[in-house]
């Protein structure tokens, strides 16, 4: 007897939806703690803003990696050292909230996202591809 195949349009696993709520959770607690904790190191003490954007988790949820953009992009790049340096102390703050047997272990990356969307918006806005997205369609006969 043979077995099914897999069907390539199942829906996502149980897994993926729980790496979701996982990294919201763990999204949400960090501005929490990033918002309220007071840090000794210099970087990370003059920074009054730190957007957490989106936490991904990976498949066995043992690792996070949290993509962060200070305020006005000043100084980005030692604020992510900073928070690395700091990712122990940030993973003991998260794990009573988080509530799980093992909390994940955290790395900080910065967030590109918002100057990749900075990019295709000034892309779109050029005069050329108004033309291209404006002239009317062959279809209109």
Known sequence: ??????????QPSSGGQRRLRV???????????????SFLD?????VSSLSVSAVDVSPDL????????????????HVVEALNRAAGFLRSSVAPELEMRYTPRLSFRLDTSFDEAERVSKLLNQERVQRDLNAPSSDED
């Open 62 to 77: 043992k690792n996070a990696v949290a993509y962060v953009m200070p305020l006005a992009g000043r100084n980005a790049e």
């Open 1 to 10: 007897m043979r077995r099914k195949q897999p069907q390539d349009n199942a």
């Open 23 to 37: 990294g919201e959770r763990i999204r949400h607690i960090l501005s929490k703690v990033l918002r309220e904790e």
């Open 42 to 46: 210099p970087h990370l003490a003059e």
